[in-house]
């Protein structure tokens, strides 16, 4: 997956999670029709729950899960593209951004394996599975659309772009320093609580192969440069830099996009990525 394609995907992702709910209110059957639509699609009865979906994006048409499971249905149908503009063409707060991501992330990597293959003009493709996930409930409320506007609206009147963007800035220095250092009690503050990178399926088990990691080396040199605040809001920050790492022995050089997430302490590292 090329470099466009990655910075795409983050960008949809941050769109998806920087707009305010719809205000539109989910009834007991709207809520049995969509576990009836995810029961569907588990058991493979994609063009049952297909029908039932169309119908209730008609009155939703912003709906995050919705969507999202209305796309698997389409995927698993062989309908690619169509997949990936039903996740992308509804932007709008979601509290399943990392379903969201992973499943982009795998429409994306299933059509690089197709084109590949195109252009080598191998006849005997291969049949990739793309296993999106569906989502099971949906998660809005009446209460939480509010909660949620009155804090947006709250965050708003306070959000200083400028000082926001020094903000972030002075974190990634923070951040790289800490790491340059070997301060691990300064670098780890500088991330969620319960971050945890891919791979790992705990935040302790992440944490314990960084510090591992860290202090094997006698000497990090750690260089950011190009620095770019992509997206800026009272919420969410995506930044992309170039990485410079050198070591006694190992030397990196790459393009890494940072998520990031505001809390009351200040940002908070809450993706890692490696784009090249």
Known sequence: ???????????????????????????????????????????????????????????????MEIINNLAVVEAESGNIEEAINLLTESLTFNPNLE??????????????????????????????NISLKPIGKIQRTEKNIEIASKKNIKNEINFDINKQEESVSNLVALWSKSWEEKELDKYFKCYLNN???????????W??????????KKNIKIEITNFNVIILNEKNSLIEFQQDYKSESF????TKHLILIRHADGWK????????
């Open 1 to 63: 997956m090329n470099v466009q394609i990655k910075r795409y995907i983050f960008f949809i992702i941050f769109c998806l999670g920087t707009l305010l709910y719809s205000n539109q209110v989910l009834s007991e059957k709207l809520n049995d029709e969509f576990v009836k639509t995810y029961n569907l699609i588990k058991s493979g009865n994609f063009k049952d729950a297909k029908l039932i979906l169309e119908s209730l994006r008609e009155k939703n048409p912003t709906n």
């Open 99 to 128: 379903t969201i991501y992973k499943n982009l992330t795998k429409l994306y990597a299933y059509q690089a394996n197709v084109l590949y293959e195109e252009a080598l003009s191998i006849d005997e493709k291969k049949q990739y």
């Open 195 to 205: 971050y945890k990178a891919k791979n790992y399926s705990k935040h302790s088990e």
């Open 207 to 216: 944490k314990k192969d960084r510090e591992q990691r860290i202090k094997n």
């Open 251 to 254: 030397n990196d050089k790459v």
């Open 269 to 276: 590292i809450a993706g890692e990525y490696i784009v090249r």
